[in-house]
């Protein structure tokens, strides 16, 4: 493709908008512009980008036994109040007006529909079915570019099997179709996990990447690939250890002392040695949830604890159910129940609120003076600590999700009536699976991980160009007739080639839109080079460059390939 004749509008400038690398790089380089906040426009740069990753994708389904269809992303309402899902998506469901219609978010009710009355006997079945087609989903906030679009592309499959046997083969399928084609893809990931034991086996596992931009707080264990998000993972950490004999408990003075740093402080102790307690309401009852004063309640974890009404005790309630405002809380002569995290269990002269305003106590041993707390892990694993499976260190960071395997069970099929008869001619409802890749994040998460400070560094087989073809000099009719004929030659050994053959740019201008525009081999043929029968190459990712002869051109090129 020559330069001066393709739209690929390049920007000088950092969009102001555009805060993360990928988004940033993609309106940098004419992949993408928005039209209005999450709608973006593919040009022709970033469609050939997604085209790749989609033919990956399609490969890899297919090999699994995958076909491919093509729904219709305006669907017919009433199908969707079927499955209770107008509700459940409530306003990210796109609704047209003067229409019972909406824009599909995902497509398990049109799947199943089609299946049904045609997946008749066990013998039609399993079954995969998939397709790569745009989704809908009315996102409060859309950032971050297209990883989070209210329009984006999903490749998404469904798997229908006769038994649960069978659904965990399908599963495992997808599992290692998506390893391939992330692999592929050249993307770092890695897989955390989910198991609801309740509903029948149902499982799901998120294919991750690390990135900032991410919205999900994840912990990863680099030796032996534990990953879970920060809401449920567990990490071995030391308790609280004891702290010499246990003291009689004591009452200190600490006006004006309300925070934990406060009393440290003021006391001139560690945070280890302080409990703090915080107030929550259990089904219209206060319960006082005790940590060690260096963590913080995790509340996923604590609505396990105490499912049901769950919430913090309000400012103004504090006083009447301990007798203190929030800064001199504690658990002694506390008259409700009582929760501890796991950490504190021995602990001993811990320091913790009087529930009396300007007081702490000293001295607590909370196995002597509390016999009656309840333990359970109750904190967010934090960086450093160790892994649960192999305790090497865990590093917590934010990640984006790629992709999606869920089994399903037969949820859709028992609400859409999708059964098929089994050996005995009994009926049954066709357990499903579902299974999604976001087509755009592979794209924006590839950018994440390989870029510089000059732009995108493109490998095989997602680089939308093999060669970046710059030519100089090419006011001299000569040099303009050798970039051309190497243009042609190029092509004709079969690599893709972008030629920067614009005559009115400066070199410095095209080195710097080829390093932006990221291809792995950048050619550059200028007239000194030439005369001596010699030309310039540049490896992308390692910006070595070497000067090599015309007839060595291949060989060097499928080298850096
Ligand atoms: P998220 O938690 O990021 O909202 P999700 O759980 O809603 O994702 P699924 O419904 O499982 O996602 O969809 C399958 C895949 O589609 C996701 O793994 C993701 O890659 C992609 N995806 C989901 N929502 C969006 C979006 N708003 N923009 C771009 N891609 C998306
Ligand atoms: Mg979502």
């Known amino acids: 493709m020559r330069l001066s004749k393709s739209f690929i509008p390049t920007l000088k400038e950092l969009p102001s908008d555009a805060v993360i690398p990928s988004h940033i790089l993609m309106l940098r380089t004419g992949m993408v512009r928005m039209l209005s906040a999450g709608i973006y426009s593919f040009l022709p740069l970033g469609y050939k980008v997604i085209k790749k990753i989609a033919d990956i994708i399609r490969e890899e389904m297919d090999a699994i036994g995958g076909q491919e269809f093509h729904l219709p992303a305006l669907n017919p309402k009433e199908i969707w109040e079927e499955t209770n899902r107008v509700e459940a998506f409530g306003d990210t469901m796109f609704h047209v007006k003067n229409r019972d219609y909406v824009l599909a978010p995902t497509h398990e009710e049109i799947m199943a529909f089609h299946a049904k009355g045609v997946l008749k006997s066990y013998k039609d079945l399993p079954q995969i079915w998939y397709q790569i087609q745009t989704k809908f989903r009315n996102e409060p906030r859309p950032r971050s570019g297209v990883i ?100 009689s408990v004591y009452e200190i003075h600490t006006p004006d002392v309300k925070s934990i740093d406060e009393l440290c402080e003021f006391l001139k102790i560690d945070q280890r040695e ?23 309640v995790n ?31 504690g658990p002694l002569e506390f008259k409700h129940r009582i929760i501890a995290d796991l950490r504190l269990q021995d602990g001993n002269n811990l320091y913790s609120g009087a529930n009396k305003n300007d007081y702490h106590v000293g001295g607590i041993d909370l196995q002597r003076d509390l016999p009656n707390v309840e333990y359970f892990d109750l904190r967010t694993v934090e960086s450093g600590e160790g892994c649960p499976q192999c305790n090497s260190k865990l590093e917590v960071f934010k990640a984006i999700e790629l992709g999606h395997i869920f089994k399903l069970g037969t949820k859709y ?26 087509v755009e994040r592979v794209a924006a998460c590839y950018l994440e991980q390989n870029h510089d400070e000059y732009g995108i560094i493109w490998q095989k087989p997602l680089n939308p160009f093999d060669i970046h073809l710059i030519a100089l000099n090419l006011k001299n009719v000569e040099m303009e007739k050798a970039g051309d004929d190497l243009y042609e030659n190029l092509q004709s050994e079969g690599f893709e ?38 030309i310039e190459l540049k490896n992308r990712r390692t910006g070595e460059k070497q000067i090599v002869e015309f007839n060595k051109i291949i060989e060097t090129i499928k080298k850096i390939l």
């Open 413 to 438: 099929s028992d609400a859409l009536g999708v059964n098929f008869l089994d050996e005995k001619g009994e009926a049954h409802p066709v357990i499903m699976g579902s299974y999604g890749i976001g």
């Open 299 to 329: 509340e996923t974890k604590l609505a396990k604890v105490l499912p049901g009404n769950l919430r913090p005790g309000h400012p103004d309630e504090l006083k009447t159910i301990t007798g203190a405002d929030a800064g001199s809380i």
């Open 274 to 296: 302080t409990a703090k307690s915080r107030i929550y309401i259990h089904n219209e009852k206060p319960v006082l949830v005790l940590m060690s004063g260096n963590d913080d």
């Open 497 to 534: 080639v972008l030629y920067d053959d614009r005559k009115d740019a400066t070199a410095g201008f095209k080195f710097n839109d080829a390093d932006l525009l990221g291809m792995p081999v950048q050619i550059i043929l200028g007239e000194k080079n030439y005369k001596n029968g010699k």
């Open 148 to 247: 989070r679009g209210r329009q984006f592309l999903m490749k998404d499959s469904y798997s229908f099997d006769s038994t649960w046997e069978n659904l965990d083969k399908s599963y495992e399928l997808h599992d290692q179709a998506y390893r391939k084609i992330f692999d592929r893809c050249g993307l770092k990931y890695f897989v955390v996990g989910a198991s609801s034991g309740a509903m029948g086996g149902s499982k799901s596992e998120e294919f991750m990447v690390r990135s900032e931009a991410g919205e999900d707080t994840v912990a990863f264990c680099e030796s032996c690939g534990y990953a879970a998000n920060v809401e449920v993972a567990a990490s071995v950490i030391a308790s609280i250890t004891r702290h010499g004999n246990s003291k």
